[in-house]
C-alpha cells in the first residue's frame, strides 16, 4: 500500500497552497477532499485582500500584512505554471466606513478622498456625504487562483483524491499513521486538517469550527472599465474583475451547512449595488451562490501542532481564507518539517479551545 509523507485533507485554497509548499520542500503529499476541489468556500469567497489594521484584529494583522505582501509573487508564480489567469488587481479600494467609525479610520496613515477625488476615481458613485477612503489593496478572482493552485500541485506530482469524505485519523500508539475515508484509508505519519467550515467533524480533536453562510451576486457591467477600484460600503462590497464581471457581497448568516440561495437575500444585495452605482440597475444578473465560511468561536484560524504527534491543524480562516492561503502555506509547511515557523502561532493553536 503506498505512503505519502504527508496527508493534506480538505482541497481549497488553504490545503491546495499547503500541498504545494509541502511539495516544494520535498515531502510527498496526497490531498483529499470529500468534494470537488476548490468547489466549497474558496469557489465562493470574493478574493478582496484585506489587511487594513482597521478590519484586522491585531493579533491577525502580521500574518494579514505578511500575506498580502508575498501575494503577488504566490499568484505569479501558479498563474505562469499552470497557464491559467489569476486576475490580480492592484487599482485599490475605496471605503466608506460606518458613521460610528469614522474617528477610528480617521487615525489611520490613510489617503481621505474628498466629492470632487471621489467622482475623479469612480464617476459612477452616487453622491455620498459621509467620508471615504483610498486602500492600496488587492483583489484576486478566487476561483482563477484556487484552479491554477490545483493544477501547479498535479504538475508537481501531488496527489489528488476527491469524492471521498475522510472519516476518521487513524492513530497507533496516540501517533499519526493515516486516515480512512467512506471508501478506503491512506498511509501518512503526517496529516493536516484543512477541511475548513468541515473540519469539526474530523477527529482527533473536537475543534469548533462552524459553517457561516454567505450569500453573493454577480453582475455584468456595461464596460470593462465601468468599476476600476473595490468599493466598500457599510452594507455591501462590490469587486469588479477584468472581464465586466462584478460582485455583490455578501451576508453573513449562521444557517448550518444550508448552502442555499434566497430571493429575498439577492435583491436586498441588488439594491444596495444600485443605490452605490445607480447605473447598475441595467447590468444583466450572471449568477448567485453561496459559500460556507469556516467561523470559530474568537475569529481567529486555527493554526499549529496538536497534541497527537503528527496531526496538525491549518482551518477557520473565515474571510481570510484567500487572503491569508500562502502566509498558511509558508508557516505551516515550516511546523510539519519541524522548523521554527516564521510568525508566532502561538494565538492561533489548536490547543485554546477547551476539550
Excluded at 129 to 142: G, H, I, M, T, W
Aim: glycine residues 8%; neutral net charge.
Amino acid at each position: 500500500m503506498k505512503n505519502w509523507d504527508v496527508i493534506v485533507i480538505g482541497g481549497g485554497i488553504i490545503g491546495l497552497s499547503l500541498a504545494l509548499e509541502a511539495r516544494r520542500n520535498g515531502a510527498s503529499v496526497l490531498v483529499v477532499e470529500r468534494g470537488e476541489p476548490g468547489r466549497e468556500a474558496s469557489y465562493a469567497a470574493g478574493g478582496m485582500l484585506v489587511d487594513c489594521a482597521a478590519e484586522t484584529p491585531c493579533v491577525l494583522q502580521p500574518l494579514a500584512r505578511a500575506s498580502a505582501i508575498i501575494h503577488p509573487e504566490f499568484a505569479s508564480e501558479v498563474e505562469a505554471e499552470s497557464g491559467i489567469r489569476v486576475d490580480l488587481r492592484d487599482r485599490g479600494t475605496i471605503v466608506f466606513p460606518r458613521a460610528e467609525e469614522e474617528d477610528q479610520w480617521s487615525k489611520l496613515d490613510l489617503a481621505a478622498l474628498s466629492p470632487t477625488a471621489l467622482a475623479v476615481l469612480e464617476p459612477g458613485l452616487s453622491d455620498f456625504r459621509q467620508r471615504a477612503f483610498y486602500l492600496k489593496e488587492r483583489s484576486v478572482d478566487p476561483r482563477a487562483l484556487t484552479n491554477a493552485v490545483l493544477k501547479t500541485a498535479k504538475l508537481r506530482g501531488v496527489d489528488i483524491s476527491s469524492g471521498d469524505a475522510v472519516t476518521e485519523v487513524n492513530l497507533s500508539d496516540n501517533r499519526v499513521i493515516g486516515i480512512s475515508t467512506k471508501k478506503t484509508s491512506f498511509l501518512a505519519p503526517q496529516v493536516v486538517n484543512c477541511a475548513g467550515a468541515w473540519s469539526g467533524q474530523v477527529g482527533p480533536h473536537a475543534l469548533p469550527t462552524r459553517p457561516v453562510k454567505g450569500q453573493m451576486l454577480c453582475l455584468l457591467a456595461p464596460s470593462r472599465e465601468f468599476l476600476k477600484h473595490v468599493i466598500r460600503s457599510p452594507n455591501i462590497y462590490l469587486i469588479p474583475r477584468s472581464d465586466g464581471r462584478i460582485l455583490v457581497g455578501a451576508t453573513v448568516e449562521e444557517s448550518g451547512f444550508d448552502k442555499r440561495t434566497d430571493v429575498a437575500a439577492m435583491q436586498r444585495l441588488h439594491r444596495a449595488a444600485i443605490a452605490l452605482i445607480p447605473e447598475l440597475k441595467n447590468a444583466k444578473i450572471l449568477e448567485d451562490w453561496a459559500g460556507l465560511r469556516p467561523g470559530t468561536p474568537d475569529a481567529l484560524p486555527i493554526l499549529g501542532t496538536t497534541s497527537t504527534p503528527g496531526y496538525y491543524v491549518a482551518t477557520g480562516h473565515f474571510r481570510d481564507g484567500i487572503l491569508l492561503a500562502p502566509i498558511t502555506a509558508r508557516v505551516m509547511a515550516q511546523v510539519i518539517s519541524g522548523r521554527n515557523p516564521d510568525y508566532d502561532l502561538t494565538p492561533f493553536s489548536p490547543n485554546r479551545f477547551p476539550r
